[in-house]
């Protein structure tokens, strides 16, 4: 065994200078990486030892790893810190370093090769060739943080004031540290409110500018603007190439911008959904939108906010303009001469056309149930319709749509302006002529029994004229003759209907319809052949009347189309 060496202490006048510069150096700011590097530099020229190292735990907090060093070679260090890790927790197999850093107390090893639980590490050792090593506990604020570790090559003997020396320069590294964590978390602190400050500089200006997004779409709601004026101010806001305001059925309410957008993508838009009593009433989309998504989203809910007013407003008076003009047509169109009167009188003050004009019956045969009528394709169509032509009458009476249309305009005419309403094809008119608002009434009734007649088939809008015989007894005077000779004609039939479920009528019905073909009636009927030569031969028994006779089919088919009229022309429930 040999003897241990005196060590030669570094005067006191290096030592101050050497810690001077290492407390300029956390004054300085420096970070932690620094601090440690700077410490065992200094610890290695002032305590004479050979080697240095700042043994810091790792993440897990299992083991030290060796992350500062002088001295040591760069296969020592890897071989510390992969091959024999320093383990932490274990009392069993601690290296010196491990209890340091445990207990907070330093551990002096004169000899490392005469100490039993250094044996797992005297491999490294004497490849880096030292015997002493002195651990001390590094610590910041009331934490041990790590270890500072000396290194020999020759055996030195434990001394007190050495290890005091070696403590204090680690309480000095211990103490600057402390000032470093300390400016950098002050530094953290700085920066988090430097950019809470920079967030609340940016949020006063998006407030500012919502605000004047604001100010200018309350604005638009104050002018008496209308959507159109609402879309051209929300694009200039955002920026946008095109906007459009459209309704839950994809009706466009109004649009601005580039008119060379074909059918833009919802999914390529900014949008903001327009509420109207908690229910989704309309939405506006914004494409290519130059402004910041923030605030472009702010623009379009304040736009949303406005719109909703606007559709309020613009409702609200669609509202009492279709009671208006619903109450007027139903009093025109009405069997009671006082209310017709009166109610032209209300629509000659209201500047309506009401005197030279047809009646337009229209009804849409896709639609089940009136209770949405008002809301339906069709009704919005006839309330754009009324919108752009002010002076034309047009309200809902029971199941239908009426228009008073000016007598100059003809079928086609009207029909052109259906289609350009994009009216869809499951809507037919009938188009009666009136001689007078006090002619109203009949002509009503004439279009809608025609329309429950035959109006139903193509084309789009129909005549009286265009229906042929039915169309000409529609036009009768006394309906009561007319029912009086259907009853003549199929008074019998009807009655063998009634006491036999013969059904006569509706074989002679669809008999005279298939061009009086007896197979093609089996067919539709579903009966054989001969049973429709059966009933047809009952029928001329009961009627007189053959149909091998060109003026007696007449008969049949005259008596046929007034028995339709009856039934489609009688009072009507919605008739006041």
């Known amino acids: 065994m040999s003897e241990p060496m005196p060590h030669e202490v570094t005067p006191t006048t290096v030592w101050i200078a050497a810690l001077e510069l290492l407390a300029r150096q956390a004054g300085a700011g420096s970070s932690s990486e620094d601090l440690h590097q700077r410490l065992v530099a200094v610890g290695r020229q002032l305590t004479g030892f050979d080697f240095c190292a700042v043994l810091l735990p790792d993440e897990s907090r299992t083991?030290?790893?060796?992350?500062?060093?002088?001295?040591?070679?760069?296969?020592?260090?890897?071989?510390?810190?992969?091959?024999?890790?320093?383990?932490?927790?274990?009392?069993?197999?601690?290296?010196?370093?491990?209890?340091?850093?445990?207990?907070?107390?330093?551990?002096?090893?004169?000899?490392?090769?005469?100490?039993?639980?250094?044996?797992?590490?005297?491999?490294?050792?004497?490849?880096?060739?030292?015997?002493?090593?002195?651990?001390?506990?590094?610590?910041?604020?009331?934490?041990?943080?790590?270890?500072?570790?000396?290194?020999?090559?020759?055996?030195?003997?434990?001394?007190?004031?050495?290890?005091?020396?070696?403590?204090?320069?680690?309480?000095?590294?211990s103490a600057a540290l402390e000032i470093t964590r300390l400016r950098q978390a002050e530094t953290g602190r700085m920066n988090q409110l430097e950019d809470l400050n920079q967030e609340l500089r940016d949020r006063q200006v998006r407030d500012e500018r919502s605000q004047e997004l604001h100010r200018r779409l309350t604005d638009v709601a104050l002018t008496n603007s209308d959507l159109a004026h609402l879309a051209q101010e929300s694009a200039q806001m955002v920026g946008a190439g095109f906007l459009r305001i459209v309704d839950e059925s994809g009706f466009v309410l109004a649009q601005a911008g580039s008119d060379s957008v074909e059918?833009?993508?919802?999914?390529?838009?900014?949008?903001?959904?327009?509420?109207?009593?908690?229910?989704?009433?309309?939405?506006?989309?914004?494409?290519?939108?130059?402004?910041?998504?923030?605030?472009?989203?702010?623009?379009?809910?304040?736009?949303?906010?406005?719109?909703?007013?606007?559709?309020?407003?613009?409702?609200?008076?669609?509202?009492?303009?279709?009671?208006?003009?619903?109450?007027?047509?139903?009093?025109?169109?009405?069997?009671?001469?006082?209310?017709?009167?009166?109610?032209?009188?209300?629509?000659?003050?209201?500047?309506?056309?009401?005197?030279?004009?047809?009646?337009?019956?229209?009804?849409?045969?896709?639609?089940?149930?009136?209770?949405?009528?008002?809301?339906?394709?069709?009704?919005?169509?006839?309330?754009?319709?009324?919108?752009?032509?002010?002076?034309?009458?047009?309200?809902?009476?029971?199941?239908?749509?009426?228009?008073?249309?000016?007598?100059?305009?003809?079928?086609?005419?009207?029909?052109?302006?259906?289609?350009?309403?994009?009216?869809?094809?499951?809507?037919?008119?009938?188009?009666?002529?009136?001689?007078?608002?006090?002619?109203?009434?009949?002509?009503?009734?004439?279009?809608?029994?025609?329309?429950?007649?035959?109006?139903?088939?193509?084309?789009?809008?129909?005549?009286?004229?265009?229906?042929?015989?039915?169309?000409?007894?529609?036009?009768l005077e006394d309906q009561t003759a007319v029912a009086s000779f259907s009853d003549r004609v199929l008074g019998a039939l009807r009655q063998s209907d009634l006491e036999r479920s013969t059904d006569l009528i509706l074989t002679l019905r669809t008999y005279l319809a298939h061009d009086c073909r007896a197979d093609v009636s089996a067919q539709e009927l579903f009966v054989h052949k001969n049973t429709i030569s059966q009933r047809l031969r009952r029928i001329e028994k009961l009627t007189g009347l053959s149909l091998a006779s060109p003026s007696d089919i007449l008969q049949f088919s005259a008596a046929l189309a007034a028995d339709g009229i009856r039934a489609a022309s009688g009072p009507s429930a919605t008739e006041r």
């Open 63 to 173: 083991q030290l790893l060796i992350r500062a060093w002088a001295g040591l070679d760069t296969f020592y260090v890897e071989q510390i810190n992969s091959r024999n890790p320093l383990t932490l927790g274990s009392t069993a197999r601690q290296s010196p370093s491990s209890r340091a850093y445990t207990s907070g107390v330093s551990v002096w090893v004169s000899d490392i090769t005469q100490h039993a639980d250094f044996t797992q590490w005297s491999g490294p050792a004497r490849a880096q060739g030292y015997r002493t090593l002195l651990a001390v506990p590094l610590r910041a604020g009331d934490q041990i943080v790590g270890t500072f570790n000396c290194y020999n090559r020759e055996v030195i003997a434990p001394d007190p004031q050495l290890r005091h020396l070696v403590e204090a320069l680690t309480d000095f590294a």
């Open 263 to 475: 059918d833009p993508a919802p999914e390529d838009s900014n949008s903001a959904v327009v509420l109207l009593h908690g229910e989704a009433a309309a939405r506006i989309e914004a494409f290519g939108v130059t402004l910041d998504p923030d605030m472009a989203a702010r623009a379009l809910e304040h736009a949303a906010t406005v719109c909703a007013l606007l559709l309020l407003r613009d409702r609200t008076a669609a509202e009492a303009e279709a009671r208006f003009r619903d109450d007027l047509i139903g009093d025109l169109c009405s069997g009671d001469p006082e209310r017709r009167t009166a109610a032209r009188q209300r629509a000659l003050r209201a500047n309506l056309l009401v005197d030279e004009v047809q009646v337009v019956v229209m009804k849409d045969q896709s639609e089940g149930s009136a209770a949405k009528a008002d809301n339906s394709p069709l009704g919005r169509r006839m309330r754009s319709i009324s919108s752009r032509r002010p002076r034309l009458v047009c309200g809902r009476l029971g199941d239908y749509w009426v228009a008073l249309w000016p007598a100059e305009e003809g079928a086609g005419d009207i029909a052109a302006t259906l289609r350009h309403s994009a009216i869809g094809s499951q809507v037919h008119a009938v188009v009666a002529s009136a001689s007078g608002s006090g002619d109203l009434a009949r002509a009503f009734r004439m279009a809608r029994g025609a329309l429950e007649l035959g109006g139903s088939q193509a084309p789009l809008v129909r005549t009286i004229e265009d229906l042929g015989v039915v169309g000409l007894l529609l036009q």
